[in-house]
């Protein structure tokens, strides 16, 4: 890591992001989400260390699911949709979440769109 990237507040940045990140480890537990997750999607603070499929609906979990099992499997392709929801309409992109080479779990990423 060079000088410049370890200067470089991380967490800061991605809480300026308009975009709600959040990070699922390899059994679809919520190890973490950025400042502006809770006002794009349902996260509280009591939600880290939880499984997401606990605040999702069937269909979401059996895609969160697939996607889970398609990277443990070693798939690392990235899965993106558009879903509305009422009048608002998001992009959601899952990555695999790598330490190093390995497999730690999925980077999950939400987008207001219009």
Do not use: C
Not at 92 to 102: N, S, T
Request: charged share 25%; proline share 5%.
């Amino acid at each position: 890591m060079s000088t410049l990237e370890q200067d470089i507040p991380m967490q800061e940045l991605l809480d300026q992001l308009p975009v709600a990140v959040t990070v699922l480890d390899r059994r679809g537990n919520i190890v973490f989400f950025n400042q502006n997750a809770p006002s794009i999607v349902d996260r509280k603070p009591e939600y880290l260390g939880r499984d997401i499929r606990e605040f999702h609906k069937p269909a979401s979990n059996a895609k969160v699911d697939e996607i889970l099992s398609a990277y443990a499997q070693g798939g690392r392709q990235e899965h993106s949709w558009r879903l509305e929801r009422g009048d608002k309409e998001f992009m959601v992109r899952v990555r695999p979440w790598l330490k190093g080479q390995q497999w730690a779990g999925l980077v999950h990423t939400v987008m207001l769109l219009g």
